[in-house]
């Protein structure tokens, strides 16, 4: 009795071990793909090499955010995708494109803003079709 106990509770765990080590290994997978940017789109993303929430702006038609604090994006953005074909994007440290700007030239993006001090530090932009 005492055995057959001993081996369904070693049976369930073995079991467990396995779940638990195929979600470990599906995970980081998943976790190092990059959210898409649709064509014609700028992208901002909350973490550099494109992860994280994504703010979208679409290309069809020119617009901005004046203050990101609206979109719940305010010194959050880290890196992005410019899909323009033939629009740089501006991007400022302060809100209604104020303070330092920082310009990502058409079909270009910028895996990281880390290196020139505009990680976390965008208040605003404003995107052209
Ligand atoms: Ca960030």
């Known amino acids: 009795m005492i055995k057959n106990i001993r081996r369904a509770v070693m049976t369930s765990a073995v079991a467990l071990v396995l779940m638990i080590g195929s979600f470990a290994g599906a995970a980081p997978a998943q976790a190092s793909l990059a959210l898409p940017c649709a064509s014609y789109a700028v992208c901002m993303y909350e973490h550099i090499n494109f992860e994280g929430q994504?703010?979208?702006g679409a290309l069809k038609v020119s617009g901005y955010y004046s203050n990101l604090t609206t979109q719940?994006?305010?010194?959050?953005?880290?890196?992005?995708i410019?899909?323009?074909?033939?629009?740089?994007?501006?991007?400022?440290?302060?809100?209604?494109?104020?303070?330092?700007?920082?310009?990502?030239?058409?079909?270009?993006?910028?895996?990281?803003?880390?290196?020139?001090?505009?990680?976390?530090?965008?208040?605003?932009?404003?995107?052209?079709?």
């Open 54 to 56: 994504i703010l979208t």
């Open 82 to 129: 410019n899909w323009s074909t033939k629009y740089t994007q501006s991007f400022w440290k302060d809100a209604n494109s104020k303070g330092d700007r920082y310009d990502v030239k058409s079909g270009t993006s910028v895996s990281s803003l880390v290196p020139n001090g505009f990680n976390d530090n965008i208040s605003s932009v404003i995107w052209t079709g």
């Open 72 to 80: 719940g994006f305010n010194d959050k953005i880290s890196s992005i």
